[in-house]
């Protein structure tokens, strides 16, 4: 019985692909296709990057000019942060150490958000230099071995350390149930869903870790054991790249030390593709930012990048930057304020980085660059730590606003500006549009080739690849009927044509008038070139993560990807008609449908459009944040200008409607 139910399936599999394959249209690999278009666009935006650093490095008011236009440049990326609140500051206890002790400490960054960390304070009286120490993804945060280590090491070589636990690890996990308890798998998720919401409102986790962080510095400086002029960071993992950031934009900072991050953007999206959504941030492949150019923005700052030779983070990408940055400090005359200390072991802040880190700072601080050797240390349990009330900074604080509650009442907020912006021309609509989704809708030439034909009942498909300039090859599968052509139906499906195609019930009502040609047509990402799933972490909720990161990434969104091939399936259609007055429909399943409707603002032959299964406002995002597949339908910042109902009510002649 057992084995005739496996052959049963065997054959069920073996059918089902073979009715999905005879409506293949292109006959290359074409799961691959997509991503190879987008990294070379990411390519093309960093070779010209590489141009521009050289030409910056052939003077030194060059390379001044070069750098404060990556100045410019990420502080626009982080452009978009929360208003200040007051601290409040709160000592909720102190743990008395031999040589320091440990304050617990919880601090409010915008209204009723409260950030928990642990300070380490030398027990001798006096002035000290400081040092924000920034987390990895570790659940445990701030109380993780080797956190308390690096900052055991610092506060007995002369530091007061400022230990932060990030967004969603820890005390302030942002997505719980009623009794505090995390509503995904651990933090990287948590980061990418709440990045997601945040990217529509124009702003990242990233600038939330940046804006907790900068008012953890407006609390150190507030101490009078603090010596405002000695400020380091330092950060180790995801940490490290809130270090990065944090040198790039806050000018206080005066030294700074990530490690195991430091990389290259381009090796790794197009490698390994893009990781937590905290380490991402739209357009920072259309402005050419690589990494190093964050530190770049920093520099004459000390600056001492700490790697392993054997990380799973691109160590060649780190010897790359490592490289930019060494020519650029050359140039200024600071060649001895860039350092690099690889050690032969993987991932993290072992103890030789450790040492080697603190050893720095003494150099650049107390004008010592004597080496340190750390002693046996001994670390505390994470519930010795904690420093909110009940462990929980949601449990804690009963009016606490979570980053995903503060989002959607951003996105409320956002109304007033949505409905001024409905007020306006409507060209210069169409055109925020445009440069929202990045799109051209000008009619372009479309090129077509027939490459075969399958037959579905009684009716008969075209197989045709639609080509035009600059973009990805389009699969159609294309019924003619027998008269002229007065109407056109373009059916679009998440699940592929080929999931359309047995479905002949679908077309019955368009081909009995017999004037009716119907398209069926996988937009990019979907049915002939959806990305292979192998290559797409599910913890990160999204089948295209890899690709729509990466599109966000270059600044070609992949909501306005897919909208321009909706124009191109709409240009394609006109070629159809040999009489006047075409008609066009779309039948959408699934959220592919805001393409269709994106489009058919720009196309007035399109009369009707059927939305099934589709995302009725961005709204459902913030009220639904674990929803899966959605990273396809971000804009950057597109809740300040429209939302979906918007896009409806602008096209009132239309028939528009959800089912």
């Keep these: ?7 049963i399936f065997f054959f069920l599999s073996t059918f089902q692909a073979q009715a999905q394959k005879q409506y293949q249209v292109m006959d290359w690999k074409t799961d691959v296709t997509l991503n190879t278009f987008l990294v070379q666009q990411m390519k093309s935006q960093y070779e010209e990057r590489v141009q521009n650093l ?5 003077s030194k008011s060059t390379a001044i000019e070069y750098q404060n236009e990556l100045k410019a440049n990420a502080k626009l990326l982080f452009s978009n942060m929360p208003q200040k609140a007051a601290l409040n500051t709160e000592v909720t206890g102190l743990i008395q150490q031999t040589g320091y002790h440990i304050e617990k400490i919880v601090y409010q960054s915008f209204e009723n958000h409260h950030v928990t960390a642990n300070l380490y304070v030398p027990s001798s009286k006096g002035v000290f230099p400081a040092v924000l120490l920034f987390c990895g993804h570790e659940d445990t945060s701030k109380a993780t071995e080797s956190y308390q280590k690096t900052a055991q090491l610092l506060v007995k070589n002369g530091f007061i350390v400022l230990v932060v636990d990030p967004i969603s690890q820890s005390e302030r996990v942002q997505l719980t149930d009623g009794n505090g308890k995390s509503l995904t798998r651990g933090s990287t998720t948590e980061h990418t869903l709440l990045n997601l919401q945040s990217n529509l409102l124009g702003t990242s986790v990233a600038a939330y870790e940046l804006f907790d962080n900068q008012c953890g510095l407006d609390y150190l400086l507030t101490r009078k054991d603090v010596d405002a002029s000695k400020i380091a960071c330092v950060g180790n993992s995801g940490g490290a790249i809130q270090a990065i950031y944090f040198a790039a934009v806050d000018a206080r900072v005066k030294a700074v030390v990530p490690c195991s991050y430091l990389s290259s953007r381009e090796n790794t999206l197009a490698t390994s593709g893009a990781a937590d959504g905290c380490a991402q941030i739209p357009n920072e492949g259309a402005l050419k930012l690589e990494m190093s150019d964050y530190l770049i923005a920093a520099a004459p700052k000390p600056i001492l990048v700490l790697a392993g030779r054997y990380d799973f983070i691109d160590y060649n990408g780190t010897l790359q930057s490592v490289a930019d940055l060494r020519k650029f400090y050359a140039k200024v005359g600071a060649s001895d304020r860039v350092s690099l200390f690889t050690y032969d072991d993987g991932h993290g802040i072992s103890k030789p980085k450790r040492e080697k880190a603190v050893q720095w700072l003494r150099k650049w601080f107390y004008n010592d660059n004597r080496k340190v050797v750390e002693a046996e240390l001994a670390v505390l349990s994470e519930a010795d730590l904690f420093s909110s ?5 949601s449990l804690s604080y009963p009016k606490e606003i979570t980053v995903q509650q503060f989002n959607s009442q951003l996105f409320d907020q956002y109304a007033q500006r949505r409905a001024e912006f409905s007020k306006s021309p409507i060209d210069f609509r169409l055109k925020s549009l445009q440069q929202l989704l990045n799109i051209n809708p000008l009619k372009k030439s479309v090129e077509t080739e027939q490459v075969g034909r399958v037959n579905q009942m009684n009716l008969s498909f075209d197989k045709v690849i639609l080509r035009t300039a600059g973009e990805i090859p389009m699969p159609v ?3 003619r009927p027998e008269k002229l052509v007065k109407k056109v139906v373009i059916f679009i499906s998440d699940a592929g044509k080929a999931n359309l195609a047995d479905s002949i019930s679908l077309f019955k009502k368009y081909v009995d008038d017999n004037s009716t040609a119907i398209i069926l047509s996988d937009l990019r990402g979907l049915g002939e070139t959806t990305d292979k799933p192998s290559l797409n972490d599910p913890k990160y909720f999204s089948d295209d993560y890899r690709n729509a990161m990466l599109a966000l990434h270059v600044g070609k969104p992949m909501l306005g990807q897919r909208t321009t091939d909706m124009l191109t399936l709409l240009d394609f259609s006109a070629t159809l008609n040999e009489v006047g007055n075409l008609e066009i429909a779309v039948v959408s399943f699934g959220n592919v449908g805001l393409a269709a409707l994106h489009a058919s603002l720009f196309n007035d032959k399109v009369t009707k459009v059927e939305l099934h299964q589709c995302l009725k406002s961005f709204k459902e995002v913030f009220e639904h944040p ?4 959605r990273y396809g339908l971000v804009i ?8 979906i109902p918007d896009l409806i009510r602008w096209q009132q002649g239309k028939s528009i409607k959800f089912y």
């Design 1 to 7: 019985m057992h084995r005739s139910l496996i052959a």
């Design 54 to 58: 050289n030409k910056a490095l052939l």
């Design 389 to 393: 009330a009940k462990n929980k900074v």
């Design 477 to 479: 599968l294309l019924y």
């Design 626 to 629: 674990l929803a899966k597949n």
């Design 636 to 643: 950057d910042g597109v809740a300040k200008y429209y939302d």
